[in-house]
Structures are given as C-alpha cells and as structure tokens.
Nanobody, 122 residues
Framework: QVQLLESGGGLVQAGGSLRLSCSVS????????MGWYRQAPGKQRELVAR???????NYADSVKGRFTISRDNTKNTVDLQMNSLKPEDTAVYYC????????????????WGQGTQVTVSS
C-alpha cells in the first residue's frame, strides 16, 4: 500500500513563507517524477511545480521565482518552499508522485496525497 503524507500547510500573511513536505511510503520499485498541484475553490487542479527523477524542474508561470521544489531520494520526500506568498496562492496543495510498482506485473501509476490547506491573508 502506497501512501503520500503531506505536512506544512497553514495560514500566513501575504509576503510570508511556508514550506510543504511530502513523504512517500509503502511498497514500490521506484519513484519517477514528483510534484505539487493545487486547487482553489471553484477552480480546476493545476500544476504548481514538478521535479523529475533526474532533478529537472518546471514551474507554473505564476510561481516562478517564488517557489522552489526539491526532492531527497534517500528519504523519498519532496518539498516545496514557497516565498513571497500572495492571496491568490490560497488553495489546497496536493503532493503527487509517479511510481513504478509491482502487482501482478510491473506498472507505473500516479499517486496523490490527501492535500494540505494553504491560506494567504492580505
């Protein structure tokens, strides 16, 4: 059973910082890309930042220069450092990881955390 556990959300004033962390546990063969997505009320879930197994990163235009994604392959974790937060960053943030797992056969699928609320007050 694979589990993604997020932490670090909360309430912060505009201009402040938060750091989100996500740990991946369970039985899997490898972790491919990892990422953070967010969903604001009434909006679709969107990609915030993604990091490949080779540490290549890409970011949504709205967060470039303010957010930094990183991963620790020894601990199976991915972090999102969020600086200069804006009220429009308010959303539920979801950790995601593409894993290679072995069930009856070897497959690759994406797993999701339950989400952590980030609220930025103006």
């Amino acid at each position: 059973q694979v589990q993604l556990l997020e932490s670090g959300g909360g309430l912060v004033q505009a201009g402040g910082s938060l750091r989100l962390s996500c740990s991946v546990s369970g039985r899997f063969l490898s972790i491919n890309d990892m990422g953070w997505y967010r969903q604001a009320p009434g909006k679709q879930r969107e990609l915030v930042a993604r990091i490949s197994s080779g540490d290549s990163t890409n970011y949504a235009d709205s967060v470039k220069g303010r957010f930094t994604i990183s991963r620790d392959n020894t601990k199976n974790t991915v972090d999102l450092q969020m600086n200069s937060l804006k009220p429009e960053d308010t959303a539920v943030y979801y950790c995601s990881a593409e894993l290679t797992v072995r069930n009856i056969m070897i497959t690759t699928r994406r797993y999701w955390g339950q989400g952590t609320q980030v609220t930025v007050s103006s």
